[in-house]
């Protein structure tokens, strides 16, 4: 089963940038932009981007380069998605519950003669 990273962002101006929509295709990422109109649709989006400004960008500011910003946002986002703990899913990080599931479901599906 292939899977797709996916960047699912608003509609603000920076998100739909040529530089930025070109930075995502460099890296093989789908850019995905929400509806328009719906509260809740950005709800996630808003508070991860919240995070990442308290964490990151007011944290280690000022930046001295468009660079060192760049790495520190891979870096973050490395750690939010394989090494953060998360209690709800059993104090693990994000990507391996991830795996988890699509093991199960590989499993439950090959069990079945789904695949």
């Known amino acids: 089963m292939k899977r797709t990273l996916i960047h699912h962002s608003d509609h603000g101006s920076q998100y739909l940038s040529i530089r930025y929509t070109n930075r995502l295709a460099e890296e ?12 809740y649709g950005n709800a996630l989006t808003e508070s991860v981007i919240g995070l990442f400004k308290t964490e990151v960008i007011y944290k280690k500011s000022p930046w001295k380069t468009f660079d060192a910003v760049e790495y ?7 750690w939010f998605n394989t090494k ?3 209690e709800p899913i059993g104090n693990i990080p994000p990507a391996e519950y991830e795996n988890m599931y699509y093991t199960q479901e590989m499993s439950l599906a090959q069990s079945t003669g789904l695949t």
Do not use: E, N, Q
């Not at 520190?72 to 490395?78: H, Q, V």
């Open 28 to 39: 093989g990422i789908t850019p995905s932009v929400g509806s328009v109109g719906d509260a």
């Open 72 to 78: 520190a946002t891979l870096d973050w986002i490395s």
């Open 84 to 86: 953060r703990l998360l």
